[in-house]
């Protein structure tokens, strides 16, 4: 764990991750095109102090913030800092995923769904709980060194990640830790590829598929893992954004009506369904929930950056 002062001179509590020189760099490592050793997540669910982001213990989490109030409030923190990206959280997944080590958390009423004993504090009727008050098996790798709250509690908004009008599109790499425009129309949206064709999503009253044809169905549905049908296959590029089931129980929702943004990772009432690879693709961009919070990230610029 790190420490980290923004510009204002207020600390931050980060987890660092550093890239293995050894093996080709995950995505999250490269970033506008420069790859970089180390990134650093927020351990803990952000409060927004002064309009700015931060990641302390035993804080109640920001929530009922727009897409754009979230990322401003990283970005204000300072070159370097931004609004947690789906880039990471896959990365984070995968770890989890390859480790078969998942968090617990707050997603039953201020405890685990699946041990009653594991309980966070509670500051209120919603059920949620302060930041990192919960135990070990609350974080990531299950040490008191991970990162807090992934699983329940609030789910998350992320960066760099959408449905449009069924389309899956991306900021290529990890250039959404950057603070370029990704505006509804901007062109650094790009589609998630397979064979040469983009991927899309389509929705059936049975399950969710992942597909290069067009399909029709509902517009709006949830499915757990297990019954995601990949049409077009499990490519590296899914995989690196966390879009396999790696927990079949856990819940995919998307919505392919228009620009919808993911929140993901279960709320305090998620139960089986929450965990690392929750992912909901049905928040428009303006909307705000009592149970949607966010974290920041941040990498520390080089020399030759601009």
């Not at 959280?89 to 480790?99: E, F, K, M, Q, W």
Request: hydrophobic letters at 35%; a negative charge.
């Amino acid at each position: 764990n790190v420490v980290i002062f923004d510009k204002a001179g207020l600390p931050s509590i980060m987890v660092r991750f550093a890239r293995n020189p050894e093996k080709l760099a995950h995505p999250m490592f490269i970033i506008g095109g420069k790859t970089y050793d180390e990134v650093y997540i927020s351990k803990y669910l952000n409060v927004i102090i002064y309009g700015k982001a931060y990641s302390l213990p035993l804080k109640s989490p920001t929530v009922n913030v727009t897409m754009e109030e979230a990322e401003k409030a990283c970005f204000a923190k300072g070159d370097g800092w931004r609004l947690m990206t789906a880039m990471e959280r896959g990365y984070i997944a995968n770890l989890c995923s390859d480790t078969s080590i998942f968090p617990h958390g707050n997603t039953y009423c201020g405890c685990y769904y699946d041990n009653p004993n594991e309980k966070g504090v509670k500051f209120d009727g919603s059920g949620q709980t302060f930041t990192g008050s919960g135990p070990a098996t609350w974080t990531h790798d299950h040490t008191v060194f991970g990162i807090h709250d992934l699983c329940g509690n609030v789910c998350e908004r992320l960066r760099g990640l959408r449905l449009m009008n069924g389309i899956l599109q991306v900021a290529e790499n990890n250039d959404a830790a950057m603070e370029i425009d990704l505006s509804e129309r901007s062109e650094n949206w790009k589609p998630v590829m397979c064979n040469g064709k983009p991927i899309r999503i389509y929705c059936t009253e049975k399950k969710a598929v992942f597909t290069t044809r067009d399909g029709a169905g509902a517009h709006y549905n949830g499915y757990r893992w297990r019954d995601v049908d990949f049409a077009c296959g499990q490519t590296q590029e899914l995989k690196d954004l966390g879009l396999f089931p790696g927990e079949p129980e856990a819940y995919f929702y998307a919505n392919t009506s228009g620009e919808r943004f993911p929140f993901c990772g279960g709320d305090q009432s998620s139960g089986a369904g929450s965990g690392m690879f929750d992912v909901h693709l049905s928040a428009h961009r303006a909307l705000s929930y009592h149970f949607v919070g966010f974290r920041s990230a941040f990498y520390r610029k080089l020399e030759t950056d601009d």
